[in-house]
């Protein structure tokens, strides 16, 4: 298979990256109420390929801060990057995809991130020695609701289960694993969601699969949290949620700058910096030793990250899904 072979499979999925960034954006714009994302259009510099749309909203009603970035970027593969892929023939790569992670004003309204990505890598005939696809979305809540974490999971399983019963349950586990600050005594940075990595197409077919699989995925986001924004937006909140939601914060900073591989991948290969850090948060905190109230709303979102549940096995009323219908559709 050549180079040539998968441009208009590449080109599917760029145009595809750009519709989603579009309507997560106006989606989020609606209810907000106040702000809109900014757009940065961004090139390589220095004779590498490629570059990227960054669209950031701050100060609004209900989102302080995100970000929704597509790329579409290549370029020779260096000495480091070699070693990172662990390709010793590979000369050239290819990448495009969508990254967001919203950071809402209000402590009862979860910080999200997700990201879908396609990759490709080449010889030095252009041949193409390895191609997958990546991504998955998860949720970071500072006070717990189980009804939430119930319809998060839940949607993100509905759009898998077309694929494979068995798959939801994998790419859950892989996302309470990889999310997770092992220097915190493997406290998980929220309530998990889905992650998957290097998902390899065998031939054409099968590389049309995933391509679905990914637009699947990708598709659900809306759904799987916006009713969730609308829900707890007017929570009303105080000095105590706001200092609760910063330490919080701080945990996110610390996973994503001493764990998180795309981060970490993109820093040492020279990748455009303020896209990469527009995950972090606006405001965080670092109290010394801090320990929550036993038994506090606190705590009690504490110790679900010490110990993942299996969401799916709990059950709401009907009338709490006539609810989240309610509110799906309203987005």
Known sequence: MNKTTTKEFRERWINYIHLLQENICTSLERIDEKETFGKDEWERLEGRGG?????????????????????????????????????????????????????????????????????????????????????????????????????????????????????????????????????????????????YEHLRPEDEAAAEGLLKFQQANGNAFVNAYLPIVEKRKQNEFGSTEIEWQEIRRGRYVEFNLVHDRGTLFGLRTNGRTESILMSLPPRARWLYDHHPEAGSREDELLQVCLHPKDWLNNTISEQEKNEWARKSNSC
């Open 51 to 195: 570059g990227g749309l960054t669209r950031t909203i701050t100060d609004g009603n209900v989102f302080e801060k995100g970000g929704v970035n597509t790329s579409v970027v290549f370029g020779s593969v260096t000495e480091k990057m070699r070693g990172l892929l662990n390709k010793e023939n590979a000369a050239r790569w290819f990448a495009a995809g969508l990254s967001l992670v919203i950071h809402p004003l209000n402590p009862y309204v979860p910080t999200v991130h997700a990201n879908w990505r396609y990759f490709e890598l080449y010889d030095d005939a252009d041949n193409v020695i390895d191609r997958w696809f990546g991504g998955g979305a998860d949720l970071t809540p500072y006070y717990l609701f189980e009804e939430d974490a119930i319809h998060f999971h839940q949607t993100l399983k509905n759009a898998i289960d077309p694929f494979g019963e068995n798959i939801y349950a994998e790419y859950k586990r892989n996302c309470d694993e990889y999310f997770t600050n092992t220097h915190r005594n493997n406290e998980t940075r929220g309530i998990g969601g889905v992650f």
